[in-house]
């Protein structure tokens, strides 16, 4: 029985030993858990369980009750929207119904297909270049309805070369 508990606690490297059992303090953990997943499996919330004593129920329960916690994996590519004040004057609504428009999907969702998420976000410290978006690491900015439709369907384009070439390694 060790065993498998040192096996979860190496498999969750994560910083949770700041837990104090005060009330309000699991929260830290479970956006911990988070940040570095991407979301909160199963697996995490059974480990904060036995980290915590907190039933996994319970956990379950604050994960669900707060709107900023996922249980599902992010897509391969996130898009991330910055709603942040500079972004926001200057089209950030535009920006994000373009988006949905374009994904079908909306804030906090993930394409049924698993390649996109669409986050909002507060300032990524590109303001100059605002409006602006990121899918996952790369910054766009300045962007207009137009210029964002074509960065939005290259990435709708690659998603799709990249499962079609998935699917033909996987027949090999
Ligand atoms: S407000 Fe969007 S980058 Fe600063």
């Known amino acids: 029985m060790a065993n498998t508990n040192n096996d979860k606690i190496k ?18 953990l479970l956006q911990s858990a988070q940040d570095t997943y991407g979301y909160i499996s199963e697996k995490a919330i059974d480990y904060i369980s036995h980290v915590t004593g907190i039933p996994a129920a319970e956990i379950y329960g604050v994960v669900t009750f ?14 991330k929207v910055c709603n942040g004040t500079a972004c926001h004057v200057n089209g950030a609504k535009t920006i994000g119904d ?4 374009e994904l079908g999907i909306d804030y906090d969702e993930t394409s049924d297909d698993n390649n996109f998420s669409l986050l909002s976000v507060a300032c990524i410290g590109c303001c100059s270049l605002a409006p602006v978006i990121l899918i996952n690491d790369e910054t766009y900015g300045r962007l207009t309805t137009a210029k964002l439709r074509k960065v939005v369907k290259s990435y709708k384009r ?15």
């Open 66 to 79: 707060y709107a900023q916690f996922r249980t599902k994996p992010l897509g391969k590519y996130v898009v």
């Open 11 to 28: 498999s969750f490297n994560l910083d949770l030993w700041k837990y104090d059992g005060q009330e309000g303090a699991l929260i830290p």
């Open 98 to 101: 373009t988006i949905t428009d």
């Open 158 to 172: 690659k998603a799709k070369e990249e499962a079609v070439k998935e699917a033909e390694a996987e027949t090999v």
